[in-house]
């Protein structure tokens, strides 16, 4: 019998780390749905859309846990073939992070005027979501866990080309918003603000999809 700790461990850390997540999740989305209310009809239906397919995927991640450790418990093949909703992790994952990406894409655009950064961030964002759904297509086609490293190139093209994606971001807002700093205090310190938080969350998604890959892998 497969060892239980290294199979469903890193995975059932994760799902307690993604729980506490989708908590601040809640928050934030409350949080705007109160105070921009004046947003463009489209981006609140984009945070909604992110909301109810985020909660799916939490929901998956415990169903995925509680298969194998509750009810199946103690029966081989409990550690011999994925949880049934194993394969629905990688395409829930791209389809929130792609549109977030693309997003971005369309504020750089925004921004900075120039086409080659937007297409390029929104290639590797396209790459992602191609690597995820391929992902899930064979682990669908695979099913067992001993025959896991065959998903080791499609799933590094997953999360690198959503790594890159967020380090292009982060890097393109950050340098663009330095240069808009005027010397008013007023406006150089909210300027300052998006810049911190810039880097703040895409350090954590780039760390997160590394974190992820180790797993997975």
């Not at 700790?5 to 999740?25: A, C, D, E, Q």
């Not at 947003?39 to 846990?65: H, Q, S």
Request: glycine content about 4%; overall charge positive.
């Amino acid at each position: 019998m497969a060892n239980v700790k290294l199979l469903f461990g890193p995975m059932l850390l994760g799902v307690f780390i993604n729980m506490v997540l989708y908590g601040v999740l809640i928050m934030q989305a409350y949080h705007y749905y109160q105070n921009f209310k004046r947003d463009a009809r489209w981006i609140k239906c984009l945070v909604l859309y992110l909301f109810i397919v985020e909660t799916i995927n939490t929901g998956c991640d415990i169903a995925i846990m509680y298969e194998p450790l509750i009810e199946r418990f103690g029966e081989p093949d409990a550690t011999k073939f994925f949880p049934t909703l194993f394969p629905a992790e990688p395409i829930l994952i791209v389809a929130v992070s792609t549109p977030i990406q693309l997003f971005f894409a369309w504020r750089i655009w925004i921004i900075t005027k120039s086409n080659f950064l937007p297409l390029l961030v929104s290639f590797f964002a396209i790459a992602s979501l191609v690597g995820g759904t391929y992902t899930t297509v064979l682990i669908v086609k695979i099913k067992l866990f001993a025959r896991k490293p065959e998903l080791h190139w499609p799933a590094l093209v997953w999360f690198l080309s959503a790594c890159i994606a967020d380090i292009l971001i982060t890097v393109v807002l950050v340098t663009s918003l330095s240069r808009r700093k005027t010397g008013f205090a007023s406006t150089d310190d909210a300027i300052s603000k998006i810049i911190r938080i810039t880097v703040q969350t895409g350090m954590l998604t780039s760390v997160s999809f590394a974190i992820s890959h180790i797993f997975y892998s």
